[in-house]
């Protein structure tokens, strides 16, 4: 680049001016300093040198030998290297009178000054001595200077008084002004010099890149705007630039959406499936890592709170906060839940099964969900089936508990007095092809009496995450997920779903599905119930109607003649007018007359002390507190009724065989043996979070399992070196190896015989992450958070291998029977003794003495096999082994399986002994 190319220019003055004008400051500046310093540095030379001068004379002047008069000072002072500098000298004695003088006649200034001193009428009346007015001369001149040296005979001073030198800086300052002439000069040149770089960088880095960008994007822009470019400097154009490209390239956009939209429609529908093919993957990652994050610390959260209220003593304050914790967590989960459904039905992920299954039973399920809450409403919840509907149906029965618990629970929620009932009817669907022979359409419609909706506001019902009003969620709380989820699943199952609703009345719910009828297998639907139930006749006293047809259906669906009443005076009547009936059924809360008080008047009646009564009750009421109560009836149900409980109550009053059913009370059930003790497991946890693995082993501890516990993949492969395992808890998200990854490696490396069977544990659950687990290896899959009864049936599935039993059932009972009261003692002495042995066994091995590890493998040997701890005796033996015959390195990976195994020993013990 040549400078004739280095114009001028706004960004050059702009960017540069500054740049440039502090270089120079910055120049001048330092060239002021080195002027100074180098003028006190002359003056110094020069004051040392004539101070120099000045003792070189004096020295002279003590002489005896020599005499030191004018031309002899004279000689001395023009002979030294600064005579040019020097005004005068004297020597003057004891008396102040000069002895020796000298004066430079070559400084004319100096001359002249001299002269006028001398003129003066003080020197000429004898006032004034010449070294005096010298010495004053100095004073007030600031170009002369002078030094004085006392004259010393044989190393004391003397009267012969001082030697007095005056010397001129005029000579310094013009050098000095010469030299800072030259510096400055320098200094600017070195200041043009750096400009000029810095401006031919500047130009190539940046303004030339900045000018060769705006001659290539230039021809973009309008005419109009090119040509007023040129009134501006670089900076400015590029910022013009950018704008009216932003301009064009919305303009561009804009024509491009139009063309896009005049495109033809598959093209359109192409690019619209891409795109939302992309949006839904980005949306299922997202929801996928907000599901386990929000799922992770959520594990902790249930598991603990299910252990505080099932394995702690809390007092009733204490207990209600712990279920307040808990309820909260299982309306976040459902939420969670509810969020990834809808993800899934959106990438059109859900996939329906195909089972057959009872629908009475499923809806039972559902509704008993909702009993504790509808009980504490005093609300009635029943359900209705039509004597045209099939017993049993092929079909997804988990997506049909889905729609009915979200539509039963809005319904509770929103209903305060009243009832909720299902009605469920179904058509049959004709067609010619003979894979729809069988084929109905099932509605289902929940009623409720509750607050109602809004006619102008329905449309909102169905909408992704909408509801009502605001003050809905306020008060009740939800997502708005629930309805559009459930409408979507009844849509994927063939049907449909809407509302009718007046608001301050309640709300229809009503759906439809479509499903093959299939022959059912329940003994309600059954011959053999019809042969005992045939022509009985049952009496219903029910105030509520709807229940009043809930039972007459079922009755009269297997063969009995039914008479319902709403009030006990009605069923009294019947009574006293001698008409016999087989059985009745009684509802425990009516008006002006109870279930008991009823109850008791029916046995006044004449042939009535053998009646068989069946008693309704609610989950929450205590009514029948007394004994001689309940012995008043056969049965007694729990409400909404299920129909093979009244089945098999019925069958079992007619069998001559009276029950007792009650869910008043939970009846005692025996406490059933440990999962461990009828499955023997050694198993390993992987997860990296500290509270997780807390959860995890309290549960497996409730389940009679010790497990070891790793935080991440790489201490997975670690552990399976040194034991065999008969089950991996796996996370799959973990940092440094995932559990993904390390399922892959432990299939490819580990043999046949020392797999493990894997369980997956995530947090995540969207749509493809068990299929990704079940293909990376895995070999079953629970999600967080996890609940104890769904771990024991994945344990459940699980073997286990002849070693994993860290204590010998057999062989501890016979201890405890030849020991008795003592077993404790022993157990209790071999725990505080085999530490030590370990121990022992440690430090021979770090001292390599053999023959101490040999001592205390057999010591610790004979103890374990007495106690049953088989695994550990065998490690104890080939340690020995190891200590006769092996290397130090197999006793070190040795003692390692060796500690292990002892820690699951001594769990084993505790456990047994406590």
């Not at 033809?264 to 529908?269: H, I, S, T």
């Not at 993800?343 to 059109?348: D, F, L, P, R, V």
């Not at 994945?794 to 016979?814: G, M, T």
Request: overall charge negative; some cysteine.
């Amino acid at each position: 680049m040549s400078l004739s190319n280095l114009k001028p220019n706004k960004i050059a003055l702009r960017y540069l001016g500054l740049t440039s004008m502090g270089l120079l400051v910055a120049q001048l500046l330092f060239g002021v300093i080195q002027i100074r310093w180098r003028y006190y540095q002359r003056i110094e030379q020069l004051s040392a040198r004539v101070q120099d001068l000045g003792k070189q004379i004096s020295f002279i002047s003590q002489q005896p030998e020599v005499k030191l008069d004018g031309p002899t000072l004279k000689r001395l002072i023009t002979k030294s290297s600064i005579s040019q500098d020097v005004v005068y000298g004297i020597i003057v004695n004891g008396q102040g009178q000069v002895t020796s003088s000298f004066v430079n006649k070559k400084d004319q200034n100096m001359t002249e000054q001299v002269s006028h001193l001398t003129s003066t009428e003080e020197a000429k009346n004898g006032e004034k001595f010449l070294p005096d007015m010298l010495t004053e001369l100095a004073k007030h001149n600031p170009d002369f200077r002078e030094i004085s040296e006392s004259v010393i005979v044989k190393g004391q001073s003397s009267d012969l008084g001082e030697v007095r030198i005056g010397y001129s800086l005029q000579s310094t300052q013009q050098t000095n002004l010469k030299s800072a002439g030259k510096i400055l000069v320098a200094s600017l040149i070195v200041s043009v010099i750096l400009i000029l770089i810095m401006f031919i960088i500047f130009k190539r880095e940046v303004q030339l890149p900045i000018r060769d960008l705006l001659k290539k994007t230039q021809p973009l822009l309008p005419e109009k705007e090119g040509l007023s470019l040129n009134h501006w400097d670089e900076i400015d154009q590029l910022e013009i630039l950018i704008k009216t490209l932003t301009q064009q390239l919305q303009s561009l956009q804009d024509l491009n959406n139009e063309i896009v939209q005049e495109k033809v429609k598959e093209e359109a529908m192409k690019a619209t499936e891409e795109n939302r093919k992309e949006l839904d993957k980005a949306k299922n990652e997202f929801l996928a890592c907000i599901g386990h994050e929000i799922r992770t610390p959520l594990n902790a959260v249930m598991g603990m709170t299910g252990l505080l209220l099932e394995d702690t003593q809390l007092n009733e304050q204490q207990t209600e906060f712990v279920k307040i914790v808990r309820e909260s967590g299982d309306s976040l989960l459902s939420m969670i839940n509810n969020i990834l459904d809808f993800s899934k039905i959106e990438a059109q992920k859900i996939e329906l099964e195909e089972q057959s299954f009872e629908l009475r039973p499923c809806i039972e399920e559902v509704l008993r969900l909702f009993v504790s809450q509808a009980s504490e409403k005093n609300l009635e919840l029943a359900y209705l089936v039509e004597p045209n509907t099939p017993n049993a149906i092929i079909g997804d029965t988990t997506r049909l508990k889905q729609v009915l618990a979200n539509l039963i629970g809005n319904a509770v929620k929103f209903t305060h007095t009243g009832e909720v009932v299902i009605y469920i009817n179904a058509t049959p669907i004709e067609s010619e092809e003979e894979t729809d022979e069988g084929l109905h359409e099932l509605r289902f419609a929940v009623k409720d009496t509750g607050i109602g909706i809004p006619a102008e506001r329905s449309h909102r019902l169905f909408q992704p995450f909408s509801q009502v009003d605001a003050s809905t969620t306020r008060n009740y709380g939800g997502t708005g997920l629930g309805l559009v989820i459930s409408k979507r699943l009844c849509e994927l199952m063939g049907g449909n779903m809407w509302v009718h609703s007046i608001e301050g009345k309640g709300s229809t719910f009503n759906f439809t599905i479509k499903a093959k009828a299939v022959a059912s297998c329940s003994p309600v639907n059954s011959e053999e119930g019809e042969s005992y139930l045939m022509g009985k006749r049952m009496l219903i006293i029910d105030d509520n109607l709807t229940n009043q047809k809930i039972l007459t259906n079922q009755a009269q669906s297997w063969g009995m003649f039914t008479c319902a009443v709403d009030c006990g005076e009605k069923a009294l009547e019947w009574l006293q007018r001698g008409i016999v009936f087989d059985v009745a059924i009684l509802d425990m809360n009516m008006p002006e007359m109870d279930g008991l008080d009823l109850a008791r008047r029916i046995r006044q009646q004449p042939h009535c002390g053998t009646l068989p009564l069946v008693m309704l009750s609610s989950l929450t009421q205590s009514e029948m507190a007394h004994e001689e109560d309940r012995d008043e009836f056969a049965a007694i149900l729990l409400k909404p009724v299920q129909q093979s409980q009244l089945y098999y109550s019925l069958m079992q009053i007619f069998a001559g065989k009276p029950i007792k059913i009650t869910t008043l009370e939970p009846e005692e059930v025996l406490e059933e043996p440990l999962l461990a003790q009828k499955l023997p497991l050694r198993i390993l946890v992987a997860e990296d979070v500290m509270v997780n693995q807390e959860v995890i082993r309290l549960l497996l501890e409730k389940l009679g399992y010790w497990a070891d516990m790793v935080g991440d993949g790489k201490e997975v492969l670690t552990a399976l070196k040194h034991c065999v395992y008969d089950v991996i808890l796996m996370d799959v998200r973990m940092p440094e190896m995932d559990g993904l990854s390390a399922t892959r490696l432990i299939r490819q490396t580990l043999n046949s015989s020392q797999q493990p069977r894997i369980i997956a544990m995530t947090a995540e659950s969207m749509p493809g992450d068990r299929e990704k687990c079940l293909a990376a290896g895995m070999d079953d899959y629970i999600s967080k958070p996890i609940r104890i009864e769904e771990l024991r049936q994945a344990l459940s599935r699980c073997k286990s291998h002849s070693e994993s039993i860290a204590v010998d059932p057999q062989i501890f009972r016979e201890l405890q029977k030849i020991a008795g009261k003592r077993l404790h003692e022993i157990v209790g002495g071999y725990l505080e003794d085999a530490p030590l042995y370990l121990s022992e066994m440690k430090t021979a091995i770090e001292g390599t003495s053999r023959e101490n590890l040999r001592q205390a493998a057999h010591a610790l040997r004979s103890p374990t096999g007495s106690l049953g701890a088989t695994h550990l005796f065998n490690l104890c033996e080939e340690m020995e082994t190891i200590a006769r015959q092996g290397t130090i390195e197999e006793a070190k990976e040795k003692m390692l399986w060796l500690e292990m195994e002892y820690d699951r020993v001594c769990h084993a013990l505790e456990r047994e002994i406590d």
